[in-house]
């Protein structure tokens, strides 16, 4: 087991190495490049500005040494304050650039966790991103359980009754919930629960988008708020609670409806099985053969597609954080993109990859680990 | 499963048989090709049907509104009565939007480049993915794992990630470079599909015939192989019609997309979200119902087609 799951890390190793090179030609190929961006922030000094282009390894001309010079800078194996060839592998504490800095290497490049310098808010990138992690979490593991759980008991209780008019009735759901554009159910929904409800004086409970009343508390995921969330936390929870129900709701609407069809195939599939025949035939009753024999060897399935659909919790809330202005990592992209953030983007890119491998590999060993049917050595 | 009575060739044979002289027995006995069969079973299908009533509606809607209806998308009406301008009873059929444009003419007019875009976007994913899964799985070997390595890559970045960064970075708000990067990102997972279905169609029987009369490697691939698996390819390629008509609506709602004056669905709903605060809900109500039947006819036709194009279903 521990075999097969260090061979399935290192099969990722490419994975990650192409899409690091991905992220970083993302950043070359654009328009205007980095420098030009470095370029635009009033904020810092032209003394500063130098330090960073150095420390990127940023070139002024686009030739392949260079190119290689700032991938190498961007990784962290090179530093730029020297320019001559034994030099540039070594940092300022003598040791190679690429060890961790406790080891005498550099503290640059994305390998010693120095993602850049985020051009709209002038501060470094890691920061940037995770103060708008716990926004990102709290809307996508809400969704994510809610969607698998009613998805789980819609499937099932479709298969079971197939044909039924509640299996033909979710059918049809789902098809339709599934090709609504994500964005424009949003809206609908915005304007039915926080503007038509609230004009025709029936209930002002829906806000139109944010993730908590502004005029009330201090901006969210600051020292402040954290202190105002202390002094009141019910009504800071009912506060964010009334905010997460009409982006929660599209995103189980939306996702509920391909995981549902998804779970009713699984539980179809192994209500057809032979042992299902077996356990009806020795006379036990339907609602254990259902509940023992075909839920759990139905779930195998789903636990992996599960296991594939975690990528969501980072990245898969973009369209709706963006409708919904939710302070999260996609409406982070969305502003990172209208703003050409580049470092920001490589940053995101990079980090939403990382996840996407982790997933894959998980489902891989979640799937090893529920069947003992998988053979993996 | 449907209202009118059922008339398979089995049971019109056996009444052949019972009923009719020898003589019209010839006759009766129908011989269908694989299209025929195909239509026959896509027929029954009522949901399909529905979804090509419902394309066909969009379809005229696309070619002929603009005739018909044949105003200018960009003329705006001056005297709105407020910021959500008129509603769909002061101006029929659709009311305005917050600046005066008709929401029908926009959605009329829209309804050409958003097909346009879905359907030359299906054309390039397909074509690349049919070529890249063909290869890989048909010759296997090193080919299939470089390809499918790169597949694996592609895969792995978020997808409309990479689609907004390259739409806002290279698109330029025009029409072919958005509809490339739509085409040229959407055929990774298609290639994954079609591998699969050489690597086990390249086994049968009919391939190591086609070898054994000294058919060519490169015919084999194209014109043996490819048609049988033509049902799945169809499925998936009415998909990625719908998910590039969703994803130009997305992209061109936050403005990265096509430019102002080029009308398509996405773009006559951008900025729409600012006027729902004051009560404009039909400027994002019709382009959007519009795109969600449009979507929905697309599934219920590719549900349809997977039944029909099946070679193994049961007449």
């Given at each position: 087991m521990?075999?097969?799951?260090?061979?399935?890390?290192?099969?990722l190793?490419?994975l990650f190495?192409g899409?690091?090179?991905?992220?970083f030609?993302l950043?070359?190929?654009?328009?205007?490049?980095?420098?030009?961006?470095?370029?635009g922030?009033?904020?810092?000094?032209?003394?500063d500005r130098?330090?960073?282009?150095?420390r990127w390894?940023?070139?002024a001309?686009?030739t392949p040494i260079?190119m290689l010079?700032?991938?190498?800078?961007?990784l962290?194996?090179?530093?730029c304050?020297?320019?001559?060839?034994?030099?540039i592998?070594f940092?300022?504490?003598?040791?190679l650039?690429v060890l961790?800095?406790?080891?005498?290497?550099?503290?640059?490049g994305?390998?010693?966790g120095?993602l850049?310098?985020?051009?709209?808010?002038?501060?470094?990138v890691?920061?940037?991103i995770?103060?708008?992690v716990?926004a990102?979490?709290l809307?996508?593991?809400?969704?994510l359980?809610?969607?698998?759980g009613?998805?789980i008991?819609?499937?099932t209780y479709?298969a079971?009754h197939?044909?039924?008019l509640f299996?033909?009735?979710?059918?049809?759901?789902a098809y339709?919930?599934?090709?609504?554009?994500t964005?424009?159910?949003?809206l609908?929904l915005?304007?039915?629960?926080a503007?038509f409800l609230?004009?025709s004086?029936?209930?002002?409970?829906?806000?139109?988008?944010?993730?908590?009343?502004t005029?009330d508390?201090p901006?969210?995921?600051?020292?402040?708020?954290?202190a105002?969330?202390?002094?009141r936390p019910m009504?800071a929870?009912?506060?964010?609670?009334?905010h997460?129900v009409?982006?929660v709701?599209?995103l189980v609407?939306?996702n509920?409806?391909?995981?549902?069809?998804?779970?009713r195939?699984?539980m179809?599939?192994?209500l057809?099985?032979?042992?299902?025949?077996t356990a009806?035939?020795k006379?036990l009753p339907?609602?254990t053969?259902?509940a023992k024999h075909?839920?759990?060897?139905?779930?195998?399935?789903?636990?992996?597609n599960v296991a594939?659909?975690?990528?969501?919790?980072?990245s898969?809330?973009?369209?709706?954080e963006?409708?919904?202005t939710?302070?999260?990592l996609?409406?982070?992209f969305i502003e990172s993109?209208?703003?050409?953030?580049?470092f920001?983007?490589?940053?995101?890119?990079?980090v939403?990859t990382?996840f996407?491998l982790i997933?894959?590999l998980?489902?891989?060993?979640v799937?090893?680990?529920?069947?003992?049917?998988?053979?993996?050595? | 499963?449907?209202?009118?009575?059922l008339?398979?060739?089995?049971?019109s044979r056996?009444?052949a048989?019972?009923?009719?002289a020898?003589?019209d027995?010839e006759?009766?006995?129908?011989?269908?090709?694989?299209?025929?069969?195909?239509?026959?079973?896509?027929?029954?299908?009522?949901?399909?049907?529905?979804?090509?009533?419902?394309l066909a509606?969009?379809v005229?809607?696309?070619v002929?509104?603009?005739?018909?209806?044949?105003?200018?998308?960009?003329?705006?009406?001056?005297?709105?009565p407020g910021?959500?301008?008129?509603?769909p009873?002061?101006?029929p059929p659709?009311?305005?939007d917050?600046?005066?444009r008709?929401v029908?003419?926009l959605?009329a007019n829209?309804?050409?480049l958003?097909?346009l875009?879905g359907t030359t976007?299906?054309?390039i994913?397909?074509t690349?993915?049919v070529?890249?899964?063909?290869?890989?799985?048909f010759?296997?070997?090193?080919v299939?794992?470089l390809?499918?390595?790169?597949?694996d890559?592609?895969?792995s970045i978020?997808?409309?990630?990479?689609?907004?960064v390259?739409?806002?970075?290279?698109?330029g708000?025009?029409l072919?470079p958005l509809?490339?990067i739509?085409?040229?990102l959407?055929w990774?997972?298609l290639?994954?599909?079609?591998?699969a279905?050489?690597l086990?169609?390249?086994?049968?029987e009919?391939?190591?015939?086609?070898?054994?009369?000294?058919?060519?490697?490169l015919r084999i691939a194209?014109r043996?192989?490819l048609?049988n698996a033509?049902?799945?390819?169809?499925?998936?390629?009415?998909?990625?019609?719908a998910n590039?008509?969703?994803?130009e609506a997305?992209?061109?709602?936050?403005?990265?997309?096509?430019?102002?004056?080029d009308?398509?669905?996405?773009n006559?709903?951008?900025r729409?979200?600012?006027r729902?605060a004051?009560?404009n809900?039909?400027?994002p109500f019709f382009?959007g119902?519009?795109i969600a039947l449009t979507v929905?006819?697309?599934?219920?036709?590719?549900?349809g087609?997977?039944?029909?194009?099946d070679?193994?279903?049961k007449?």
């Open positions: 521990t075999k097969y799951i260090i061979r399935r890390t290192l099969g190793l490419p190495v899409a690091v090179v991905i992220s030609l950043m070359r190929a654009a328009p205007g490049g980095p420098q030009a961006a470095l370029a922030i009033k904020s810092i000094t032209q003394e130098e330090k960073w282009l150095r390894c940023l070139q001309e686009v260079n010079k700032e991938f190498g800078g961007w962290g194996v090179l530093n304050d020297s320019d001559t060839v034994p030099e592998f940092s300022a504490q003598g040791g650039n961790p800095a406790a080891l005498g290497g550099g503290d640059n994305i390998l010693h120095d850049g310098l985020s051009i709209r808010a002038g501060r470094p890691v920061d940037v995770l103060e708008r716990p990102t979490l809307l996508t593991t809400t969704a359980a809610l969607w698998v009613i998805a008991l819609i499937g479709a079971v197939r044909y039924s299996d033909q009735g979710m059918t049809f759901l339709v919930f599934y090709s609504l554009p964005f424009w159910l949003g609908m915005i304007f039915f629960f503007v609230r004009t004086g029936v209930t002002d409970f829906f806000p139109s988008g944010g993730i908590i009343t005029r508390w901006p969210f995921n600051t020292p402040q708020y954290w105002a969330f202390g002094e009504a929870i009912v506060d964010i609670g009334r997460l009409l982006p709701f599209t609407a939306v509920i409806a391909a995981d549902s069809r998804f779970v195939a699984a179809l599939e192994a057809n099985q032979d042992y299902i025949r009806r035939a006379g339907a609602r053969v259902i075909a839920f759990r060897n139905a779930m195998l399935p789903v636990v992996t594939l659909e975690l990528p969501f919790l980072v898969g809330a973009i369209v709706t963006t409708i919904f939710w302070p999260g996609g409406r982070l993109v209208g703003a050409r953030d580049y920001v983007l490589m940053g995101l890119l990079l939403s990382v996407i997933a894959n998980l489902a891989d060993i799937y090893a680990i529920v069947d003992p049917r998988i053979r993996y050595d | 499963m449907s209202d009118q009575p008339r398979t060739p089995a049971t056996v009444t048989l019972t009923d009719t020898a003589a027995y006759v009766a006995l129908e011989s269908l090709n694989q299209w025929q069969l195909a239509w026959r079973r896509f027929r029954r299908h009522r949901l399909a049907l529905v979804g090509v009533a419902i509606v969009m005229f809607l696309a002929f509104g603009p005739i018909i209806w044949p105003y200018d998308p960009l003329d705006l009406r001056r005297d709105l910021p959500q301008g008129f509603d009873i002061a101006m659709f009311g305005s917050g600046a005066g008709s029908f003419v959605v829209g309804a050409r958003s097909m875009i976007t299906m054309l994913a397909v690349i993915g070529l890249v899964g063909a290869v890989a799985g010759f296997g070997g090193w299939d794992n390809l499918m390595r790169f597949v890559l592609v895969l978020p997808f409309l990630f990479i689609v907004l390259a739409a806002r970075f290279f698109g708000g025009e072919v509809i490339l739509f085409g040229l959407s990774p997972g290639a994954r599909l079609v591998r279905l050489y086990s169609l390249r086994e049968q009919f391939v190591l015939a086609a070898r054994a009369v000294g058919v060519g490697d194209f043996h192989i048609p033509i049902g799945p390819v169809v499925v998936s390629a009415t998909l990625i019609v590039a008509i969703i994803l997305f992209v061109s709602y936050l403005n990265f997309g096509l430019k102002a004056q009308i398509s669905w996405g006559a709903l951008a729409s979200q600012e729902i004051v009560g809900w039909w400027w382009p119902m519009a929905i006819a697309i599934n219920f036709l590719g549900d087609l997977r039944d029909a194009l070679p193994r279903a007449e």
